[in-house]
């Protein structure tokens, strides 16, 4: 069983290190057209939002609907740290890598807070809340003025003009209309890279003996209450960690785009992350990072069809949500393909 895992897991690098050498190595020759040069960092954005969410989803067993709350968490916190310290530290890798981190321990925050009271709660119950946090985020955030000049910061929740600022000052954060001028740090490469660093945190900690605690209590929360198993505080840390990875996936995207809205991570944009996890296969790691890949890119893909391609993109949909789900499909996988699986589980043990 063990040997089976890590052949997943290294199956899981190869297949992700494999796909960045051959999109790099097509961008450096130029073989690549601008269209998917790019979509290539929102691809790793949202590899990180599905393997980070199929934690919570997935591993953990509860449904979270806030995943863009904490996105844009660190989408904005991580901007403002990059817009402040612009002058200071002119190293553009170093600064998203500093801005990544603060975006990071701004969500780990908010999912810390949010989840001591959330997670006692169940089922829909808990969709709802983590829903209303994601809306919540997004319209306060939207009311929020933030700017600059000699005397230091200026915050406001009225506009601009209120914020007292000197002729020479500049806005940081202009309510609705969110950041503009943030450094375009954002490559490929850092893409990878925070793809790697999650898929890392996500795997060990799954192999891992909190990761088995986890599990337990998603299949049985009264039998893993009654060997001395404390719910409360693996759930939070799944959802904490899970929050944390959000967050740096939002600061990488907010430094691919020329002005951040927080309008851009409302609840279409959980629901997808979603859907990537569902598609992909709840608890399936390479099901995750193949889903996000695949339904990034078909979108932009299928431009060309104009008014066919959301028609032919929602049937690609449920024809994959048939084949991983009905109960039909799966007893013929099985009758079909069980004999080489049983096969492949001899091997490994």
Known sequence: MKKKKLRVNLLTYGIVTAAFI??????????????????????????????????????SG???????????VGAFSGAFFSKCMQDTITSGGLRLFLAMLVGALVAAFFGLIIGIPVLRLRGDYLAIVTLAFGEIIKNVINVIYIGVDGDGFHFSMKDQFSLGMAPDG??????????????????????????????????????????????????????????????????????????????????????????????????????????????????????????????TVLPEMLRFLN????????????????????PQVL????RHFGRLLRRDRKEAE
Not at 240 to 260: D, E, K, R, V
Not at 307 to 326: G, K, P, Q, V
Not at 331 to 334: D, L, P
């Open 331 to 334: 007893e013929w996988r099985e």
């Open 170 to 295: 500049k806005v940081l954060i202009n309510g609705a209309q969110g950041i503009t001028g943030t450094p375009k740090d954002a490559t490929f490469l850092a893409g990878f890279i925070l793809i790697l660093v999650t898929l890392f945190i996500v795997l060990n900690l799954i192999d891992s003996r909190d990761g088995r605690a986890i599990m337990a209590i998603r299949d049985s929360r009264i039998a893993a209450e009654s060997i001395g198993i404390n719910v409360t505080r693996y759930k939070l840390m799944c959802f904490t960690i899970s929050a944390a990875l959000a967050g740096a996936a939002g600061t990488l995207y907010a430094h691919n785009l020329a002005t951040l809205t927080a309008s851009k991570f409302n609840f279409n944009t959980s629901i997808l992350v979603l859907v990537f996890v569902v598609l992909g296969g709840m608890g399936n790691i390479l099901g995750s990072v193949i889903a996000a890949t695949v339904l």
């Open 62 to 72: 509860e449904l979270s609907l806030g995943h863009a709350g904490f996105m844009c």
């Open 307 to 326: 008014n066919y391609r959301m028609l032919i993109y929602s049937i690609i949909l449920i024809a994959m949500m048939i084949y991983n789900w009905s």
């Open 22 to 59: 051959v999109m790099q190595s097509l961008a450096v020759t130029g073989s690549l057209s601008s269209l998917m040069k790019g979509l290539l960092v929102p691809i790793c954005v949202y590899i990180v939002l599905a393997v980070s969410l199929n934690l919570v989803v997935g591993i």
